[in-house]
């Protein structure tokens, strides 16, 4: 039983680069959450993903977007890159958005440097 | 808003000892709480939850959690500490309405031999 899987698994990009982060989740799951982890800080929520809408925004610019398809999977958009956005993004999936009996099941995450 | 707090960055235990990760929580209306545990380069994984019913919640690995609704608090514990327990820990917390998780700044645990 695969679990969660995202890709790639470094990234290196410019300042003012578009990135885009791709994530499968747990066999099973309807519902994909993004995160992003910067060094020595826990996990931000980006958005969630259900029946391919964004059901729920964090704090953060509209800079970042996503998409989820049918078959659940999603990826992760990232415009005009910044320095600031070097982190691991962390992909998590989960059955049934607002479930709280489906605990998130986490990716090995995507490390993105911003030059 | 939901907040969490992880008043200690590193916690260093010997083998063998009882260990206590902290944690304390702010959320409106009845909290739903979380740890999980992440190794370096890796994603994070779950250990417990607590939503509704016994204080102490028991979960992965030996690890269990006590929550206490007075002190808004939801400690992690284990009896006897193992050095492959050294790894990275987050307090989650959300609430009724949320969809998200709000995630504590993380604890580095340390397991000496």
């Known amino acids: 039983d695969a679990g969660v899987t995202q890709s790639p698994t470094h990234l290196i990009k410019t300042r003012g680069q578009q990135v885009t982060l791709r994530c499968s989740p747990k066999?099973?799951?309807?519902?994909v959450s993004w995160y992003q982890q910067a060094l020595g800080q826990g996990p931000q929520f980006i958005f969630q993903?259900?029946?391919?809408?964004?059901?729920q925004r964090g704090n953060f610019p509209d800079r970042f977007s996503g998409h989820q398809f049918p078959n659940y999977s999603s990826e992760l958009n990232v415009n005009a890159l910044l320095l600031g956005d070097s982190a691991l993004y962390l992909c998590?999936?989960?059955?049934?958005?607002?479930?709280?009996?489906?605990?998130?099941?986490f990716g090995n995450g995507t490390r993105l440097t911003v030059t | 808003a939901q907040s969490v707090a992880q008043p200690e960055d590193q916690v260093n235990v010997a083998e063998g000892n009882p260990l206590t990760v902290k944690c304390t929580y702010s959320?409106?209306?009845?909290?739903?709480l979380f740890w999980y545990v992440q190794y370096p380069n890796r994603g994070l994984q779950f250990l417990l939850k607590?939503?509704?019913?016994?204080?102490l919640v028991k979960g992965s690995y030996g690890f269990e959690a006590e929550f206490n609704k007075s002190q808004t608090s939801f400690h992690l514990k284990k009896p006897s500490a193992l050095v492959s327990d050294s790894a990275l820990y987050f307090c989650?917390?959300?609430?009724?309405?949320?969809?998200?998780?709000?995630f504590g700044s993380g604890t580095q645990l340390t397991v000496l031999p």
């Open positions: 959320v409106s209306g009845n909290p739903y």
């Open positions: 993903y259900y029946e391919e809408e964004e059901r």
């Open positions: 989650a917390v959300r609430d009724m309405r949320a969809r998200q998780l709000t």
């Open positions: 066999s099973g799951h309807d519902t």
């Open positions: 607590y939503i509704t019913g016994d204080n």
């Open positions: 998590a999936s989960s059955l049934g958005a607002g479930s709280v009996n489906s605990p998130l099941h």
